[in-house]
């Protein structure tokens, strides 16, 4: 039988950490237990509604935060406030397929616009590997706004 997973980061900032990762995999923020968010409704509005009025200090309310895949199909993603940086290579990191099914110059030219819509939300580009088939396509590595590594691959 299989499982499901939630991958979890560390943060120093989970709120900012989480609007990042939810616009790079295209999920969204869950709405707060029990509460039934309108179309359109912000939920991280939600969320600061909801920790005031069940008695979260102020300077606890950005300690985590979550996004989750709107299809239902992808892991869950936490994120939780930890007061270290980071400060070695992450020994696990995610590939962000962002040109399925696309080879050569036209996988590279994909990769290259997801790229640089990526680098305008916070990311930072760190290079970029050339095909080398037959065992690489090619794919740019990144870091988060943190400074964790993850791929466009």
């Not at 300077?59 to 979550?66: G, L, M």
């Not at 709107?70 to 962002?98: I, M, S, T, W, Y």
């Not at 305008?120 to 964790?148: C, H, Q, W, Y």
């Amino acid at each position: 039988m299989s499982r499901h997973i939630q991958v979890t980061f560390d943060a120093h900032d989970p709120r900012a950490l989480s609007s990042f990762w939810r616009d790079v995999l295209g999920y969204v923020h869950p709405g707060p237990p029990g509460v039934d968010l309108p179309e359109g409704a912000d939920p991280l509005a939600a969320w600061d509604e909801f920790l005031a009025r069940v008695g979260v200090p102020e300077e606890q309310r950005n300690s985590k935060s979550a996004i989750e895949d709107p299809d239902g199909h992808g892991p869950r993603v936490f994120f939780q406030q930890v007061p270290e940086d980071k400060v070695a290579k992450n020994r696990v990191h995610l590939d962000v397929r962002a040109a399925p099914g696309l080879q050569g110059e036209e996988r590279m030219a994909a990769l290259e616009a997801e790229c640089d819509r990526l680098v305008a939300l916070g990311a930072k580009r760190v290079r970029r590997d050339e095909p080398a088939p037959p065992m690489s396509a090619g794919f740019i590595v990144m870091t988060d706004p943190e400074g964790n590594e993850f791929c466009l691959d």
